[in-house]
């Protein structure tokens, strides 16, 4: 018997690690997840500001804020996981962190579009090792049962990182400008990166699976075979990534369309969206752990179901904020949909690592996260910005209304794939 299978079956009996340190490396996780949806939408928050000194286009401020960030992000992101699954996670975390913080923080000094391009792919090129290496750990820190809530708190680091770019973001531009906000906060990152080289732990691959049968390492090829063998899988791919579509596209422009239809300032704006994206999106990631651990109990298909029910519910709330003419109902509609798209966060992280074996798992992850911010932050904001280009002799300053309110159809196409995903999950997962 391996060494890796001794520490799999022994796992149980006589612990690696306390529970309390499980919890303690899920805090740190999160809170690395955090600074990269911080780090990534700092740049959303000010992008009107960038836009107005660099005299930028909406189709630049597509290119900048999501496809320049999603490209590299998604070419080095399969190649750094699959580098996780042979070695240190938490060395890959932390280094992964380091990049990216600094990059943001370089920032601040870009003069010219080219270079905050090049400074967008050096910080999609950090942050692509992050979260597959993360989710791998937290995978094996936590047993099977308990993975849908870890996911969910972890799914939580979106929201947390969304409220303090939001909120931060807009409270310093209106103090000390756009260039000083990334100085300022991006630095931060590169200390947290050599705090967790000394005190978060590697989890041995497949602690938390003691039935775990040590397999081979697949070469690049063969694991992806292996992935697309996963019909749930790959339906999961294909919905995940048309429901991230329209996120993202909405995500990045929705200050911009208060900022431009609703005239409000920079500021009013980061707060309102701090509150809204925020906090009702970590309510949403949060709550659903719990509620999909309860269903799937009753029908495992709840894994998948719980995306349907979300999207059916979101669609008339984000058309009324799209065409309200009352600012105020506007914004407080626009809290449901970010509290209903995050619902079903923990349900897919779970799938994606519950349907593969471990020694797949980071491979897994990166597999996921290259399609959801290829489609979803490289292409949908690009979409946006090029369609409201298109729209704006048609419909002037309401070009953007109209764009969003196209990409929001795609909705319907996202529940079929979900519908198709929930058809397989139960032969599928491990």
């Known amino acids: 018997m391996s060494k890796q299978n001794e520490i799999s079956k022994n796992s149980e009996t006589t612990p690696l690690f306390s529970e309390k340190y499980k919890w303690y490396v899920l805090g740190m996780l999160t809170l690395v997840g955090t600074l990269s949806f911080f780090d990534r939408q700092l740049i959303v928050i000010l992008q009107e500001p960038i836009k107005a000194e660099l005299g930028l286009s909406d189709t630049q401020l597509g290119l900048m804020t999501g496809l320049a960030f999603a490209i590299f992000y998604c070419l080095v992101g399969i190649p750094i996981a699959r580098y996780a699954d042979r070695n240190n996670r938490r060395n890959v975390v932390s280094l992964s962190l380091a ?27 950090g942050e692509a090792g992050g979260t597959p290496a993360s989710q791998a750990m937290i995978s094996d820190y936590f047993k099977k049962e308990d993975r849908a809530v870890a996911f969910a708190i972890y799914a939580t680091s979106v929201y947390i990182g969304l409220f303090l770019g939001f909120s931060l973001g807009g409270l310093l531009e209106s103090q000390i400008g756009w260039r000083k906000a990334f100085i300022y906060l991006g630095f931060p990152g590169i200390l947290l990166a050599a705090y967790l080289l000394k005190y978060v732990k590697e989890p041995p691959k497949g602690y938390s699976d003691p039935t775990y049968v040590q397999e081979d390492q697949l070469n690049l090829k063969d694991a992806i075979k292996y992935l ?15 429901h991230s579509f329209v996120g993202y596209a909405f995500a990045n422009w929705i200050p911009s369309f208060f900022i431009r239809i609703h005239e409000m300032s920079v500021m009013q704006v980061g707060i309102f969206l701090a509150i809204s994206i925020g906090i009702g999106g970590g309510i949403g990631a949060f ?25 059916i519910l979101t669609i008339p709330f984000s058309i009324y904020t799209l065409f309200s003419s009352n600012k105020m109902g506007a914004i407080i509609c626009y809290f449901v949909p970010n509290v209903l798209f995050s619902l079903n966060m923990g349900a897919l992280l779970t799938v994606t690592q519950g349907v593969v074996n471990v020694k797949m798992r980071a491979m897994s992850s990166a597999v996921y996260y290259f399609v959801i911010n290829l489609i979803g932050m490289g292409l949908g904001p690009l979409f946006i910005g090029m369609m409201s280009d298109y729209l704006t002799p048609i419909y002037g300053v309401e070009s953007l209304r109209y764009s969003l309110f196209i990409v929001s159809t795609i909705y319907l196409v996202c529940i079929y794939f979900y519908w198709k995903a929930g058809q397989h999950i139960a032969r599928e997962m491990v």
């Open 99 to 125: 990049i990216w913080s600094f990059m943001t923080a370089i920032t601040g000094f870009v003069q010219s579009f080219s270079q905050i391009l090049l400074v967008r792919i050096g910080v999609g090129v």
């Open 287 to 311: 709550s659903g752990g719990f509620i999909v651990k309860k269903l799937v109990k009753k029908d495992i298909r709840w894994y998948m179901w719980i995306g349907i029910v979300s999207i």
């Open 228 to 242: 697309l063998q996963r019909k749930t899988y790959v339906y999961i791919l294909c919905a995940s990534g048309l």
